[in-house]
């Protein structure tokens, strides 16, 4: 568990930690797919990834899941309650993901990215690849990063 202190935080306890994968279907349901049953959420392969939160004071705010596969790795269902949205948990947690990834091996990180969501991870170094496709009716993009 690593602790931190956020600037202008109110909070008094902000902890990132691995968590159960099962810890991530409420906050992945609620903010990616609320209109979807539970069971939507929930991915085969879970049980093989490595899954991480933001918690404050014990609450799970964030939650991202990363798949590794040889040298390339991949972060799914990557979301943040609302009301905790732009206080800077999913740059903490992204960050966090790549060092993981770069940790266990992979040296390309990549991600199926909602195309509102472009500008932020242009800002970690990620870069379009390929034709954008839906999920849904909500578009989509690959985007993907060299790891040093």
């Not at 004071?57 to 899941?65: A, E, F, G, P």
């Not at 509102?116 to 496709?133: I, L, P, Q």
């Amino acid at each position: 568990m690593t602790h931190f202190n956020m600037k202008n935080n109110k909070h008094s306890s902000v902890s990132l930690e691995e968590i159960p994968y099962e810890a991530t279907w409420g906050i992945r349901h609620q903010v990616l797919w609320p209109s979807k049953e539970l069971d939507y959420v929930k991915l085969a392969s879970d049980p093989k990834g490595h899954h991480y939160g933001i918690q404050i004071n014990d609450k799970l705010v964030s939650v991202i899941s990363l798949f590794v596969e040889g040298e390339s790795a991949q972060f799914r269902k990557f979301a943040t309650l609302p009301e905790e949205q732009g206080k800077g948990y999913g740059s903490i947690l992204l960050q966090h993901v790549m060092k993981q990834a770069q940790a266990l091996g992979a040296t390309q990180l990549w991600c199926n990215a909602r195309v509102e969501t472009c500008a932020f991870y242009h800002r970690f170094g990620m870069v379009e690849k390929g034709r954008g496709f839906k999920k849904g009716n909500i578009p989509y993009v690959v985007m993907e990063r060299r790891l040093p």
